[in-house]
């Protein structure tokens, strides 16, 4: 199967300051990607669909100037928390939708291992 | 909206047992149907997906089922282990779209 990789695994990091996560998809190319975030004991709640080159499209009530994308290639997405807060602090998780072909299946996501930001 | 719901919220069985997990869904125009585990802390493991124009797939001692008119997936478990303790969380999405997610079962077998 396709392989995402997400970086850094976890951080901490003091109130106020930014964190930048990086997604890449390392065997294929992905227009596409999504970012989530997963809050203890709680289900995946998608925050914005990535598309390289343009800007995310952010679901409701995901403020776009806290939670900053960017997919300047087709193998790269970044989401950065700015001026992060206590309240950030959450498991973050980026999805890729690989190509069909060469045993993957069309519309199949890919996801990365996650990053948990704990901010203090 | 598309909306996923999961039951049971969790589930304790002992070892051995065959159990079986339900996932319902709101819009039956899917185009895919997931089902992942999860262990505390860490990322996705993807156990099997189905497309639309699929009834089921199996993977070992895993089983999943769809019945996209009626909103509806199960996926079986054979003969449980205290390794398969885990969140099972199941997930649909229409073409080029996000999975969206239900809020998971958490199973615990015990020895």
């Known amino acids: 199967g396709a392989v995402v990789s997400q970086h850094p695994s976890w951080v901490i990091c003091k109130s106020g300051t930014s964190v930048k996560i990086e997604c890449r998809s390392l065997?294929?190319?992905?227009?596409?990607m999504f970012w989530y975030r997963q809050f203890p004991k709680q289900s995946l709640m998608l925050m914005a669909t990535?598309?390289?080159?343009?800007?995310?499209?952010?679901e409701q009530g995901v403020e776009k100037d806290k939670f900053l994308i960017n997919h300047a290639s087709l193998t790269l997405s970044t989401l950065t928390v700015t001026s992060a807060h206590p309240e950030d602090s959450s498991f973050y998780i980026c999805?890729?939708?690989?190509?069909?072909?060469?045993?993957?299946?069309?519309?199949?996501?890919?996801f990365g291992e996650g990053s948990r930001l704990t901010v203090l | 909206k598309q909306e996923v719901t999961q039951i049971p919220a969790a589930l304790s069985v002992p070892e051995g047992e065959n159990l079986v997990l339900n996932c319902s869904f709101t819009d039956s125009a899917i185009y895919n149907l997931q089902w992942f585990r999860q262990d505390p802390g860490k990322g996705l493991t993807s156990l099997l997906l189905?497309?639309?124009?699929?009834r089921e797939q199996t993977s070992g001692r895993l089983n999943a089922s769809l019945d996209k008119s009626s909103g509806r997936s199960t996926l079986y478990i054979a003969a449980s282990q205290p390794g398969d303790s885990a969140t099972y969380l199941c997930?649909?999405?229409?073409?080029?779209?996000?999975?969206?997610f239900g809020k998971g079962t958490t199973l615990s077998v015990s020895s």
């Open positions: 999805s890729a939708q690989g190509p069909a072909g060469g045993g993957r299946v069309a519309g199949e996501l890919f």
């Open positions: 997930a649909v999405n229409q073409a080029g779209t996000a999975l969206i």
């Open positions: 990535s598309n390289e080159g343009s800007k995310a499209t952010y």
């Open positions: 189905i497309q639309s124009s699929q």
């Open positions: 065997d294929f190319q992905a227009t596409t």
